[in-house]
């Protein structure tokens, strides 16, 4: 009859205004979630800016060599004899 009917569709309306209202709060859920993501992005954008300048920087050769690589740098060679070639022709006894 046209009053269930009307009875249903007062239930409805209900559902659907309790629904619309579940959807906003999702919706502002998503929004802030989505937000916090962008600050997240941006600020990992930055640290990524600031890396690639780091290794800009150490691609340098002057940093390189006094920073990333100084025990590559060799110590002069130790001979068998004794002798020392940091030193060798600058003092009296050298070759001896």
């Given at each position: 009859?046209?009053?269930e ?10 559902d659907?205004?309790s ?14 979630q ?6 997240d992005?941006a ?18 050769p002057t ?13 002069p ?20």
């Open positions: 009859s046209l009053n009917f009307d009875t249903k569709f007062q239930t409805m309306d209900k659907r205004a629904w619309n209202s579940k959807f906003e709060e999702l919706n502002k859920k998503i929004d802030k989505q937000k916090s993501l962008k600050k992005m600020a990992l954008k930055e640290a990524i800016k600031k890396l690639e300048q780091e290794i800009i920087k150490l691609q340098q940093v390189k060599k006094e920073y990333v690589m100084p025990y590559l740098e060799k110590p060679p130790i001979d068998l004899l004794g002798i020392n070639w940091a030193t060798y022709g600058t003092s009296k006894n050298s070759g001896q």
